[in-house]
């Protein structure tokens, strides 16, 4: 059975690449701020296709199908053929490799399971976000709790972070997984949009603003 | 004695095949993605006549060209593109004294833009060109001549686009400058011998 699920692998590699359709044209577009409003220059941004050919192994065909960096006005446009068989489709904001940002001054963005409803009229427009200066961080570490068996789908956090996962299509179960702690500014309220399974339970959702202080903080969930 | 002159009309069409293979320099024009975001890098192309009627030669050609790609961000992530067209036309050659000649070229058909890495062909984009081109032969030595010229290529593809970027993606002008040989395969009589 091994022997077979490596065959069935290997000749996934070989013939199952990722399609394109050539005359359909997707664009990713955004505006990049800093945390005083200012546009920043340079940030480099990305867009990327995956093929997951196999769900046991985690063999996958990834491809950078554009790239470029943001203009004077913090703008940036990002044009490519359209991906037919794609598993995800992602937009790293001053990313490289989804653990450390390119500029190591700001922090970075992934936005993740981009879905062709987040596209309509085969444009993406993320509008303006912002990138924090990574200075005096403090640790926040979310704990979800259930007085029954559960599991969390995903999650999804809005303020001031570091690192920040967006999975545009939450019912689709989470490529990146929080590693806590998260590093986040101080002194701000952070935005968390779960969502977990109970037993014999259909996907549910939550949401919960955590105020941070200047001091690094464990919050609790209970769902 | 008296004779009879019997006088033939002359007939409009000429078997007279000609074949021209050339290469070409490439540069892609105008505010769309083969203009701003490509380098024409080289081409080549073949078309054969095998008749003419009214003096108008009638053909069909291949055309292939090269670009690579300067702007990523606009183009995708691709290594370079490939402009192919296969096309019906018209010329009418103007000699300009023995040696030299001139044919204005008037010719449509069908495109491919292939996008390409080393490795993988990222999509392709279809649709319809018009050629208006022209060349300056001279004839080195029956049947062969060398020529050199320039065509203008206007192509349209059928794409799908946000509204506001269909005119960068649904069209494209090349202008390639070209030079190769001619074949003059063979020249039929057109007329009867008359007594």
């Known amino acids: 059975m091994k022997n077979l699920s490596f065959l069935l692998v290997f000749l996934c590699l070989i013939s199952c690449g990722l399609e394109y359709d050539g ?19 340079n940030i480099p941004v990305k867009a990327i296709a995956e093929l997951r050919t196999d769900f046991i192994y985690g063999a996958h065909d990834s491809d950078v199908v554009s790239y470029g960096k943001t203009d004077e006005n913090g703008e940036f446009k990002l044009f490519f053929s359209s991906p037919i068989n794609e598993t995800d489709l992602m937009l790293w904001i001053n990313s490289d490799d989804s653990e450390n940002p390119v500029n190591p001054a700001y922090s970075q963005i992934i936005y993740y399971h981009i879905e062709e409803d987040d596209t309509p009229d085969f444009r993406l427009d993320i509008g303006t976000v912002e990138l924090i200066g990574l200075e005096d961080l403090v640790d926040l570490r979310v704990h979800f709790t259930n007085s029954t068996p559960f599991w969390i789908h995903g999650s999804n956090f809005e303020g001031k972070m570091k690192m920040k996962y967006w999975n545009m299509s939450p019912n689709l179960e989470d490529e990146f ?15 968390v949009q779960y969502y977990y399974y109970t037993d014999n339970s259909e996907l549910m959702s939550g949401m919960e603003e955590i105020t941070i202080g200047n001091q690094d903080l464990t919050y609790e969930i209970n769902l | 004695m008296g004779g009879f002159l019997f006088a033939q009309e002359k007939s409009p069409f000429l078997a007279q095949p000609q074949l021209k293979f050339y290469g070409s320099l490439p540069s892609s024009l105008g505010d769309n993605m083969l203009g701003e975001a490509h380098d024409g890098k080289m081409g080549f192309g073949i078309s054969v006549s095998p008749f003419s009627i009214y003096n108008f030669n009638i053909g069909v050609g291949f055309d292939f060209t090269q670009y690579d790609v300067t702007e990523v961000s606009l183009a995708g992530n691709i290594d370079r593109s490939e402009l192919m067209i296969v096309y019906g036309f018209v010329s009418y050659p103007i000699e300009l004294g023995e040696k030299f000649a001139m044919e204005p070229k008037l010719g449509a058909g069908g495109t491919k833009l292939r996008q390409k890495t080393s490795s993988e062909n990222l999509g392709n984009m279809k649709g319809f060109s018009f050629l208006l081109a022209t060349d300056l032969e001279y004839k080195i030595i029956p049947p062969l001549s060398v020529f ?26 090349v202008l390639n400058i070209h030079l190769g040989l001619k074949f003059n395969l063979f020249k039929a009589k057109s007329e009867t011998d008359t007594k």
């Open chain 1, 177 to 191: 997984l929080y590693a806590y702690p998260l590093r986040v500014k101080p002194n701000q309220t952070i935005e």
């Open chain 2, 148 to 173: 050199v010229g320039a065509d203008f290529i206007h192509s349209s593809y059928n794409i799908q686009a946000h509204p506001e970027n269909e005119k960068f993606f649904d069209q494209s002008q």
């Open chain 1, 23 to 41: 005359s359909t044209r997707i664009e990713f577009k955004g505006r990049i701020l800093d945390e005083a409003g200012l546009p920043l220059k």
